[in-house]
């Protein structure tokens, strides 16, 4: 019999006990078969396994494998399912692309039946799903199979992929979740550094509001007033784009200012943990130094830019910013700098922006994440929603348990003092 017929799988569930995976991988071994895959879980008193199984190496005929394999059931209890697999089946013959889809927020009824539903509807399998917060926040990573996905007449399977990719994100707002989707190949490839942009992403929208209300009263009267786009992320913007406008004010006044800003809730104690899990962090913004700068001191950043402006002898700003001068279109440059001096590839590197045309950094890296996207138009791997930045976590793929693990090693984050 060739050798490409001689490929089975196994799949066995049951009530758990001590001994389960030895019992089944031993017959197999004594049958002389190769596992080329495994999958096993337990939870809740409850075991499955899936072995996919080459015979080509026993002489014994299938039948006889079978029977043999079978006898499992009444040593174990288990229920055990084989099937023949085609060779064209074997997982190295599997062509598409597997994605990996992790979905976050707040819990609520037909998440998953909804999710589901649709990948159903595209006829993607999902091969794999696991929860990875339970409770009130609900996070669920799940690994889904794209060789047959449903195309239109005419359309490329590409075309057919980012079709379901965004009705996947539009459902997903529907139901008020954030979601990230990557390729399974990226998904695997290990994260170095973790680039913020500050102004859209970690300072509370409403404390930069504030912010520019204060610092406008410093203006002389005769002045122009600074006032930030519409776009909430913009505002460290706005006073880079109007500089000359500060001539005359004094940085101290700038800074005292600044104090109405706040972190985004939960963002010093991401910062903390993922400096304990290893990565290194760096933040970015068009922001001054004079307001940032208590921002920035922190024993959690590894690499910290803005922009400074230039001051008198009296202390007064000039109107001018000293070089080099941090913009929306350098912010790129910056990323390269500290990529060179970390030696780590693109694909290593998770960015964190708002999606808009300020965050060109976020192209092309190995995982990018916009923050609560107004008019997004960058295409990026994921659209966070959550209110807590700590829950940026979860489409790290990092479970509930390690992240209270994490945590626990760290104190609780202050507030930057005055």
């Given at each position: ?5 001689r490929?089975?799988s196994l ?9 389960l995976v030895?019992k ?8 002389n078969?190769?596992i ?7 939870r809740?008193?409850?075991?499955s396994i899936?072995l ?5 190496a026993?002489?014994q ?7 043999s ?16 697999v085609?060779g064209?089946?074997?997982p190295?013959?599997n062509?598409?692309q597997p ?7 707040l ?11 649709l990948f159903h ?7 794999s799903?696991?929860?990875i917060?339970r409770?009130t926040?609900?996070?669920?990573e799940?690994?889904i199979?794209?060789e ?8 490329l ?7 379901m ?7 997903c707002?529907?139901?008020n979740?954030?979601?990230v989707?990557q390729s399974e ?5 290990a ?11 970690l300072i509370?929208?409403?404390?930069a ?9 410093q ?11 519409s776009?909430p992320g913009?505002w460290?913007q706005a ?12 940085v101290?006044?700038l ?5 109405t800003?706040?972190?985004?809730e939960?963002?010093?104690?991401l910062?903390?943990t ?11 913004s ?14 959690e ?5 803005c ?20 913009t ?13 001096m ?5 694909e290593q590197v ?9 965050s ?5 890296v190995?995982l990018s994440?916009?923050?609560?996207p107004?008019?997004?138009?960058l295409?990026?791997h ?5 209110d807590h930045?700590?829950?940026?976590l ?5 479970p509930?348990e390690?992240i209270?693990?994490?945590?626990e090693?760290r104190?609780t ?6």
């Amino acid at each position: 019999m060739p050798a490409k017929n001689r490929l089975m799988s196994l799949s066995a569930i049951g009530l758990d006990s001590p001994g389960l995976v030895s019992k089944i991988t031993t017959r197999v071994h004594r049958l002389n078969g190769n596992i080329l895959d495994v999958e096993e879980n337990c939870r809740r008193g409850l075991f499955s396994i899936f072995l996919a199984i080459d015979f080509s190496a026993s002489d014994q005929p299938l039948d006889e494998i079978r029977t043999s394999l079978k006898g499992i059931e009444e040593e174990t209890g288990l229920k055990i399912i084989l099937k023949r697999v085609d060779g064209a089946g074997s997982p190295e013959q599997n062509v598409g692309q597997p994605l990996r889809v992790t979905i976050l927020g707040l819990d609520r009824p037909g998440i998953i039946a909804e999710v589901s539903t649709l990948f159903h509807r595209y006829r993607a399998n999902i091969e794999s799903c696991r929860m990875i917060a339970r409770g009130t926040f609900f996070s669920m990573e799940m690994g889904i199979a794209t060789e047959g996905i449903r195309t239109e007449p005419g359309e490329l399977r590409t075309l057919a992929l980012e079709r379901m990719k965004q009705e996947l994100r539009d459902l997903c707002a529907r139901l008020n979740q954030s979601v990230v989707v990557q390729s399974e190949s990226t998904y695997r490839q290990a994260k170095k550094i973790v680039v913020f942009d500050v102004e859209s992403c970690l300072i509370q929208e409403e404390s930069a509001q504030r912010f520019m209300k204060a610092m406008n009263e410093q203006l002389a009267p005769h002045r122009r007033r600074i006032e930030p786009s519409s776009d909430p992320g913009a505002w460290a913007q706005a006073l880079a784009d109007r500089v000359t406008d500060l001539q005359g004010v004094p940085v101290a006044a700038l800074a005292a200012a600044a104090e109405t800003l706040h972190w985004h809730e939960g963002a010093p104690e991401l910062l903390r943990t993922l400096k304990s899990m290893g990565y290194k962090v760096a933040l970015l913004s068009t922001g001054f130094s004079c307001f940032l700068n208590r921002f920035y001191e922190s024993e959690e950043i590894d690499y910290a830019f803005c922009n400074t402006l230039c001051a008198d002898e009296r202390g007064c700003a000039t109107g001018e910013l000293e070089e080099p001068v941090l913009t929306a279109a350098t912010k790129n440059e910056i990323l390269e700098f500290i990529m060179n001096m970390e030696d780590i590839r693109r694909e290593q590197v998770v960015a964190v922006g708002d999606g808009s045309t300020r965050s060109r950094y976020m192209k092309d890296v190995g995982l990018s994440i916009a923050c609560k996207p107004g008019e997004q138009t960058l295409p990026t791997h994921g659209v966070f929603s959550s209110d807590h930045m700590l829950n940026i976590l979860y489409c790290l793929g990092i479970p509930e348990e390690d992240i209270a693990r994490y945590r626990e090693e760290r104190q609780t984050p202050r507030e930057p003092s005055p």
